[in-house]
């Protein structure tokens, strides 16, 4: 597509529900990132893909949180037995090669309630 | 794990000025960039500047890798331009950008 599609924009959800974030990259972009961000806080990184698989998950904050990348285009960020605190604003960036220039989506907001 | 930094934090300009937002970082770099991020919450990529200096319109940035900083200058401000600017590094082992704090911008008309 012409840019990078998040998927919902957002999402309330009850402590304890399991929840599913999708991310649809720019078409043709090989490496996929998710951040998050916090109210007023910068962006925390999670985990980024180069193709289908993912060399660096060391920002995922813990075993509640997992990603999957398939047919190296559309990723999902599941987050299990949601907390209070993953409450924040889920990115997902593509770009056509690692460490070139990013390109963002426009977030899903997931509030925990 | 390389450390980036920001200033300043905040800015309030009135329209029509210049500024300069600096960004230090810890080690060597392969990769910086810049970013805006709106008061709706998108992120927009200004510049992709592991070196040298570029220019779009009203914006443009330096990095001199060698003395670990960059810059970005924003000439006769909009109130458009208000928001957050991020700058972002990836270090020489990395494949992920490393976030600064940002530095929060306020254009006054």
């Known amino acids: 597509g012409a840019g990078v599609s998040q998927s919902p924009s957002n999402k309330v959800t009850e402590k304890g529900k399991d929840v599913e974030l999708r991310c649809d990259p720019i078409?043709?972009?090989?490496?996929l990132y998710w951040y998050r961000q916090s109210l007023g806080q910068g962006l925390e990184f999670l985990i980024y893909f180069q193709g289908n698989s993912a060399p660096d998950k060391s920002g995922l904050p813990s075993d509640r949180f997992s990603a999957e990348r398939t047919g190296g285009s559309v990723s999902t960020l599941t987050i299990q037995r949601t907390q209070q605190e993953d409450s924040a604003v889920y990115l997902c960036a593509s770009s056509s090669r690692v460490n070139y220039g990013y390109t963002f989506g426009s977030g899903t907001r997931l509030t925990v309630v | 794990g390389i450390q980036v930094e920001q200033s300043p934090p905040d800015l309030i300009l009135q329209e029509g000025a210049n500024s300069t937002l600096r960004c230090n970082f810890s080690d060597s770099v392969n990769n910086l960039q810049w970013f805006h991020q709106n008061p709706w919450g998108q992120l927009i990529n200004l510049f992709y500047?592991?070196?040298g200096t570029k220019q779009n319109g009203r914006l443009s940035a330096t990095t001199v890798a060698t003395e670990r900083y960059s810059l970005l200058y924003i000439s006769s401000s909009q109130t458009t331009d208000s928001g957050v600017y991020f700058c972002?590094?990836?270090?020489?082992?990395?494949?992920?950008?490393?976030f600064g704090q940002g530095t929060e911008l306020s254009v006054k008309p």
């Open positions: 500047i592991p070196s």
């Open positions: 972002a590094v990836v270090d020489n082992q990395g494949g992920k950008l490393i």
């Open positions: 078409s043709g972009h090989t490496a």
